[in-house]
């Protein structure tokens, strides 16, 4: 169920870890979450509080059929009733937490121990990042200019063409979130408030956020529709001057934000929570799990999908949240598409789930 201003106080402290790691990666990092997580491969079916796991009529990227062009799914094994097809077998044993894309042949999935994967419309295939470090986020301005973030204020930079190069910022702290509205006006968020800045030149400047709370994710309509959100019902959005407070009168750990107009924002995080903003307040939305979101995306305002612990995917078709069946306990950590039906989503133990037109 959402949580409202009455809420409990968000569980993490404002220093604490991350908890999105599966287990212990090479900087001895660990999880809080239960060590049955991951399982193996195989498929199972699970559901939680959220009830049917039917699609409704109002469910457009349900019903849509493959699109000329679209690219096949790479495993059409081990597919739920609503379409999920869990990749296997999996790319690598590491957890993957972030995703993103320039088209559908285009496509990069980050995660533990420097964990860097490709994904060119037909195969996946792993590039050497240089690192061993946790690396939590990744974007692009296009297929030319792509940033990873990572633990300890890494930054990760490449043109495309495979090699990586660190850039250096003034951050120490983890490093959550990254996003930019262009090439020239990319942000990084982290623990403790930090936020770096850079205009594309390689160069990080540091930003003064005004909060302390631990900043999990960062993204945008625009260069003066920036937002940052994060423990203890934090959001701050940047104006292209300053970051400024957006009281949810939520106490719990917002994890992503996605939206179409600064008047149509929804947030989600920690037991289920989610918040729409309507360009002047926020308000709870009944979702009807109990299930931490952990990361949001859409197409349209009747189209938009957040997906979360023990399997959980939930699309909102503009006016409920309705519960979709994945088939698969897995903890998800991140979705990504182009098309109602070009999607993925990351999960603990190096899932892969992509969306196959049921």
């Not at 980050?110 to 990744?138: C, E, M, N, P, R």
């Not at 698969?328 to 979705?335: A, E, G, S, V």
Request: glycine fraction near 12%; charge should be negative; include cysteine.
């Amino acid at each position: 169920m959402a949580c409202d201003s009455t809420s409990a106080p968000d569980a993490a402290a404002p220093d604490a870890a991350r908890d999105i790691s599966i287990s212990k990666d090479a900087d001895g990092a660990t999880d809080q979450r239960p060590p049955d997580c991951c399982g193996d491969a195989k498929v199972t079916d699970a559901r939680d509080e959220a009830g049917t796991t039917e699609a409704g009529p109002g469910d457009a990227a349900s019903e849509a059929a493959p699109p000329d062009g679209a690219i096949t799914c790479t495993s059409k094994k081990n597919c739920s009733a609503d379409g999920w097809c869990l990749e296997t077998p999996l790319p690598q044993k590491h957890t993957l937490v972030s995703l993103w894309g320039s088209s559908p042949k285009d496509v990069y999935a980050v995660g533990f121990g420097g964990t860097i994967f490709h994904f060119d419309g037909a195969k996946w295939s792993k590039q050497t990042s240089g690192s061993t470090k946790y690396l939590y986020s990744v974007w692009g301005s296009g297929p030319g200019d792509i940033y990873v973030a990572g633990k300890n204020g890494q930054m990760l930079h490449s043109t495309g063409n495979g090699a990586w190069k660190v850039q250096a910022t003034p951050s120490s702290f983890d490093l959550y979130g990254v996003w930019g509205s262009s090439a020239t006006n990319v942000f990084a968020v982290g623990n403790l408030g930090a936020i770096v800045h850079t205009t594309g030149n390689g160069k990080w400047t540091s930003h003064i956020s005004g909060t302390i709370k631990n900043l999990d994710n960062v993204w945008g309509l625009a260069a003066d529709q920036v937002f940052a959100l994060g423990s203890g019902g934090v959001v701050m959005r940047h104006d292209s001057v300053d970051w400024l407070s957006s009281a949810t009168g939520v106490n719990v750990h917002l994890k992503d934000i996605w939206g179409t107009a600064p008047s149509n924002l929804i947030a989600v995080g920690d037991m289920g929570t989610a918040l729409h903003f309507n360009g002047k307040k926020w308000t709870s939305h009944k979702t009807g799990s109990s299930m931490a979101l952990r990361s949001i995306w859409g197409t349209s305002a009747t189209n938009v999908i957040a997906v979360g612990d023990k399997g959980t995917v939930l699309r909102w078709d503009g006016k409920q949240w309705k519960a979709q069946n994945t088939g698969t306990t897995l903890y998800l950590d991140d979705i990504w598409g182009t098309s109602p039906t070009q999607i993925w989503v990351l999960g603990s133990g190096g899932a892969i789930l992509q969306y196959c037109y049921p």
